[in-house]
């Protein structure tokens, strides 16, 4: 089996494009988390004098696999640097650098780049898959079973830069799933992620957990991909390209939650899957209609084992 080394940074949505893209390509996993040495861990990788001067040492253990997944503009570089004969270096997400110093690069859309050497791809890489998605569902359903449908799946990102997500934006949103409750007699149930203030986690349990509603506390399995599976619908806060990507390979209508601030990338991609009819801005209001997955993993993953020769 082709090994694939995957180079990227403690990021949820990195790790999980790097990973997916692994497992559907039929590549052994061997991750590794870049952690980075002073002074270079306070710069943008563009102004690092060399990797290895940035970079801490297990990224470079030998031996090389044949694959290398840079994922992201650190692992991307990183990538590039080990990049020989008898080992590929593909770049996840726009490198910020010269495209040729990659055997592949995967974009999304709204990256906004072509090449030769580039794969496009509508969404964000990721590990949804059908199968996974029916396995989730004969674990999860029992666990969701005492909740009303239609069943409501929250996933919550938080401040990122670009996006704020505050006390202001849960309180609104807490007093819309409220409503949603009492009136429509619906189930909710909610994840938060790392990003998710805990002033706004709090806010949501003291107003929606006397309701019903059910808030993901941290401990245990993790119940992401069952509530994927088992969501007769999904809200996304919009701040998160790789959860929207997520929510929209399942057959589930999406509603997107947008929140203040700006990024003229991400903000095409939200608006590119409102155009397409595949998700909806989310008013208050649930409105379930007929839709199907938006996956193009699978298809990168071909095209990356084709087009290496793998």
Same mark, same amino acid.
């Given at each position: 089996?082709?090994t694939?080394?995957? #180079?990227c940074?403690?990021?949820? !949505?990195?790790?999980?494009q790097?990973?997916?893209?692994?497992? %559907?390509? *039929?590549m =052994?996993?061997?991750?590794r988390?870049?952690?980075?040495?002073?002074?270079?861990?306070?710069?943008s990788?563009?102004?690092w004098?060399?990797?290895?001067?940035?970079?801490?040492?297990?990224?470079?253990?030998?031996?090389?696999?044949?694959v290398?997944l840079?994922?992201?503009g650190?692992?991307?570089r990183?990538?590039?640097?080990?990049?020989?004969?008898?080992v590929k270096?593909?770049?996840?997400q726009?490198?910020?650098?010269?495209l040729?110093?990659?055997?592949?690069?995967?974009?999304?859309?709204?990256?906004g780049?072509?090449?030769g050497n580039?794969?496009?791809?509508?969404?964000?890489?990721?590990r949804?898959?059908?199968?996974r998605l029916?396995?989730?569902?004969l674990?999860?359903?029992?666990?969701?079973?005492?909740y009303q449908?239609? #069943?409501?799946?929250v996933l919550? !990102?938080?401040?990122?830069g670009?996006?704020?997500?505050?006390? %202001?934006? *849960?309180? =609104?949103l807490a007093g819309?799933?409220?409503?949603l409750?009492?009136?429509?007699?619906?189930g909710?149930?909610?994840?938060?992620?790392?990003?998710?203030?805990p002033?706004?986690?709090?806010?949501?349990r003291e107003?929606l957990?006397p309701?019903?509603?059910?808030?993901?506390d941290?401990?245990?399995?993790?119940p992401?991909f069952?509530?994927?599976?088992?969501a007769?619908a999904?809200?996304c806060t919009a701040d998160s390209?790789?959860?929207?990507?997520?929510?929209?390979a399942?057959s589930?209508?999406v509603f997107l939650?947008?929140l203040?601030g700006?990024s003229?990338?991400i903000?095409?991609?939200?608006?590119?899957l409102?155009?397409?009819?595949?998700?909806?801005d989310f008013?208050?209001?649930?409105?379930?209609w007929d839709?199907?997955?938006?996956d193009?993993?699978q298809?990168?993953?071909q095209?990356?084992?084709d087009?290496?020769?793998?």
């Open positions: 089996m082709v694939a080394r995957i #180079l940074t403690d990021i949820a !949505g990195l790790r999980s790097g990973i997916g893209l692994a497992e %559907a390509a *039929g =052994e996993v061997d991750m988390t870049l952690a980075f040495l002073p002074p270079w861990d306070k710069v990788p563009r102004l004098p060399g990797i290895r001067w940035a970079v801490k040492s297990e990224a470079f253990a030998p031996p090389l696999p044949q290398l840079g994922c992201g650190a692992g991307a990183v990538a590039a640097s080990l990049r020989g004969p008898g270096a593909v770049a996840i726009h490198p910020r650098m010269n040729n110093k990659f055997d592949l690069v995967m974009a999304a859309r709204h990256d780049i072509t090449g580039v794969i496009v791809t509508r969404t964000a890489l990721h949804v898959t059908q199968p029916a396995a989730e569902l674990k999860w359903a029992p666990v969701f079973a005492p449908h239609p #069943l409501l799946a919550l !990102g938080g401040s990122n670009r996006y704020r997500f505050e006390p %202001a934006q *849960g309180r =609104e819309q799933l409220a409503a409750i009492r009136q429509e007699k619906i909710v149930v909610i994840t938060p992620s790392r990003r998710t203030g002033e706004i986690v709090k806010i949501l107003t957990e309701l019903g509603a059910w808030i993901w941290g401990a245990g399995e993790n992401y069952g509530m994927l599976a088992c007769d999904i809200l390209v790789s959860m929207v990507s997520e929510a929209v399942t589930a209508p939650l947008r203040p700006k003229a990338r903000g095409a991609f939200m608006d590119s409102v155009d397409a009819g595949r998700v909806r008013a208050g209001k649930l409105e379930l839709t199907g997955p938006l193009d993993t298809m990168a993953a095209q990356m084992r087009r290496l020769g793998l």
